[in-house]
Nanobody, 116 residues
Framework: QVQVVESGGGLVQPGESLRLSCATS????????LGWYRQAQGQQRDLVAS???????NYKDSVKGRFTISRDNAKNTVYLQMNSLKPEDTAVYYC??????????WGQGTQVTVSS
């Protein structure tokens, strides 16, 4: 059984940082493309950042230079370091695992709120 568990969300002030973690089990983690998505209230869920199994990264334009995605295959964990947070980054952040020919997996989400 695959488990995907996000953590690290919270309430911060503009300009502060958070690091999200996504711990997984039950899969061959190193074979998956990993992504962080976010969904603000009343909005669609959008891709924020992704990292392939060879370490290639991709970012939403609005987070480039502020967010960094990384993976630790030994720990079956993917991270999202978020710096210089802005109120518009407020959303529920979801971890996603995808691999061609296999089901995709989602976590339950972690709330990030940026407010003064």
């Amino acid at each position: 059984q695959v488990q995907v568990v996000e953590s690290g969300g919270g309430l911060v002030q503009p300009g502060e940082s958070l690091r999200l973690s996504c711990a997984t089990s039950g899969t061959i983690f190193s074979m998956y493309v990993l992504g962080w998505y976010r969904q603000a209230q009343g909005q669609q869920r959008d891709l924020v950042a992704s990292i392939t199994n060879d370490g290639t990264t991709n970012y939403k334009d609005s987070v480039k230079g502020r967010f960094t995605i990384s993976r630790d295959n030994a720990k079956n964990t993917v991270y999202l370091q978020m710096n210089s947070l802005k109120p518009e980054d407020t959303a529920v952040y979801y971890c996603n695992l995808r691999r061609s020919g296999f089901p995709a997996y989602w976590g339950q989400g972690t709330q990030v709120t940026v407010s003064s």
